[in-house]
């Protein structure tokens, strides 16, 4: 019988339980979302953690939650099969996601660290990750989306998803938080290319 893992249901429901007091809470939202300036002149580096777990509204928390669940679950249960072990497959998901919170947000940091009215809070960051690790592990899987009418295989979702974030980051015109979209996604490329190489290169000789 395979092993229950139930990481990512852990997280979506420290998203949940936060976000819901965040959304009636604006101080307590202000003390925990991602704030470079303050991260710069206070050093409230938990800033890089926290944020994560907050939303704007609840829109942007179903968004976000929705992409987690769906990959996240199937992120484990991949790993679970490359390590046989649900130590060694928890130890590797939960560095996934500690990395992702951080790297998420750095590029950022390093953007808007003089900027004091600049703040950004969300878990797309992380689910960025998630979602470009499975990518790069499985390139050939197929995705469905809202937007597009027929489903694609994964690399070719991930170069649109990353040419779009790209284009949209040098094009502002909402507040979305695209550094953080792009850094996630980079993150979960690599942190895969460097804990499996050679599943991945298995994977993407099946392309040739």
């Not at 947000?105 to 998630?130: D, K, P």
């Amino acid at each position: 019988m395979e092993p229950q893992i139930y990481s990512t249901y852990i997280i979506l429901a420290i998203t949940v339980l936060v976000s819901l007091i965040g959304f009636n809470n604006p101080r307590f939202l202000d003390r925990f979302l991602f704030w470079p300036y303050k991260v710069r002149e206070k050093k409230q580096y938990y800033r890089f953690v926290t944020n994560v777990f907050l939303h704007g509204d609840m829109q942007h928390l179903l968004f976000n939650s929705f992409t987690f669940f769906i990959f996240g679950p199937y992120l484990e249960r991949k790993l679970m099969v490359i390590y046989h072990d649900v130590i060694m497959t928890q130890v590797v998901f939960w560095t996934l996601i500690f990395g992702s919170m951080i790297t998420s947000s750095i590029f950022s940091y390093y953007r808007h660290r003089f900027n004091y009215s600049y703040r950004s809070l969300g878990l797309s960051g992380v689910a960025s990750a998630v979602l470009f690790a499975m990518f790069t592990l499985e390139p050939t899987m197929e995705i469905r989306n809202l937007f597009l009418p027929i489903p694609i295989k994964a690399w070719m979702y991930g170069i649109l998803y990353l040419g779009f974030e790209i284009y949209s980051s040098r094009n502002p015109k909402t507040n979305i938080a695209h550094d953080a979209h792009i850094s996630g996604a980079v993150f979960g490329i690599v942190f895969i290319l460097i804990t499996n190489i050679e599943k991945v290169i298995q994977a993407f000789q099946n392309l040739l």
